[in-house]
């Protein structure tokens, strides 16, 4: 190694500009990565992956190419998240999907019941009841608004048959989506 031959001084200097420029780089690329739609990176990746279809139990939904996918396992649940990454805060939703294993014994109509009585009780106003079939079996949606933080918030929670629910959580603006992907579910082949 050779050594440096310059004053103390001069090398301390040098070093802070070194330490400096490192700083201004640093701090940049932490600006420029809070700008990145991670999420939306995250959502084309599971996309180019996995296709737009995903499999909650012996059902396919389609996943349009906006929603980020992320599943989870709880016990004998299947949970599944699509969380909306396009439009910004206006349009912010988020979906769950449930598959319980084993399925619950109990009657379509009672579920409703108690879903509506549950939503009143979180405060949501229970706005529309909607009768549903997937491959025929049936289900209902009921659709509800509350309001968080001063914003309308729509809530709607669906149950088809014995194990399959699904649930919204968003901007009124997206719901039409969730009932897109709703309405484009179907048997999944066996294969």
């Not at 279809?53 to 004998?76: C, H, Y």
């Amino acid at each position: 190694m050779i050594p440096d031959r310059r004053p103390a001084l001069d090398q301390v200097k040098s070093g802070l500009k070194i330490a400096g420029i490192l700083l201004v780089v640093g701090a940049s690329w932490l600006v420029l990565w809070s700008f990145l739609p991670t999420q939306r990176i995250e959502a084309w990746a599971w996309h180019w992956k996995h296709g737009n279809n995903i499999q909650a139990g012996d059902l396919k939904v389609p996943v349009p190419s906006e929603w980020l996918v992320r599943g989870f396992k709880t016990g004998m649940t299947q949970e599944i998240q699509l969380i909306n990454t396009q439009g910004g805060k206006l349009f912010w939703a988020t979906i769950s999907i449930s598959v319980e294993r084993p399925p619950r014994n109990i009657a379509v109509a009672d579920f409703a019941s108690s879903q509506r009585r549950m939503m009143e009780h979180l405060g949501i106003h229970v706005t529309d009841t909607r009768q549903l079939a997937i491959d025929g079996v049936t289900g209902f949606c009921l659709d509800g608004e509350t309001t968080m933080a001063g914003l309308p918030v729509r809530n709607i929670s669906c149950r088809v048959g014995a194990n399959f629910s699904m649930e919204y959580i968003g901007s009124s603006l997206k719901a039409p989506a969730f009932y897109a992907i709703l309405n484009g579910i179907s048997k999944a082949s066996r294969g």
